[in-house]
Nanobody
């Protein structure tokens, strides 16, 4: 069982920055593919970013490319999402997820989410 706990959300203005953190349980965190997703009101959950176990493979949604940066610290069992130049359309509940199988497989565990609200 893997537990994921997100933090760092909040209310900011357009153009501001936030850094989300996701702390994971489990001694094999360094082997997990980690991802960030988000769900805006009335919309389906969408992919934001993903990072391989080593950090050597990273992928972003086109909507956040160049503004968001995913990273991880395996010594701290934590994955981060640095969000810069935030826009009102980035408003959503942000979830981190763990894929304990391999790159490209479905995500097995999800956090409870953290709210990000960007005002114009």
């Amino acid at each position: 069982q893997v537990q994921l706990v997100e933090s760092g959300g909040g209310l900011v203005q357009a153009g501001d920055s936030l850094r989300l953190s996701c702390a994971a349980s489990g001694r094999t965190f360094s082997s997990y593919v980690m991802g960030w997703f988000r769900q805006a009101p009335g919309k389906e959950r969408e992919f934001v970013a993903t990072i391989s176990w080593s950090g050597g493979r990273i992928r972003y949604a086109d909507s956040v490319k160049g503004r968001f940066t995913i990273s991880r610290d395996n010594a701290k069992n934590t994955v981060y999402l640095q969000m810069n130049s935030l826009k009102p359309e980035d408003t959503a509940v942000y979830y981190c997820a763990a894929n304990i199988t391999a790159w490209g497989h479905q995500y097995d565990y999800w956090g409870q989410g953290t709210q990000v609200t960007v005002s114009s």
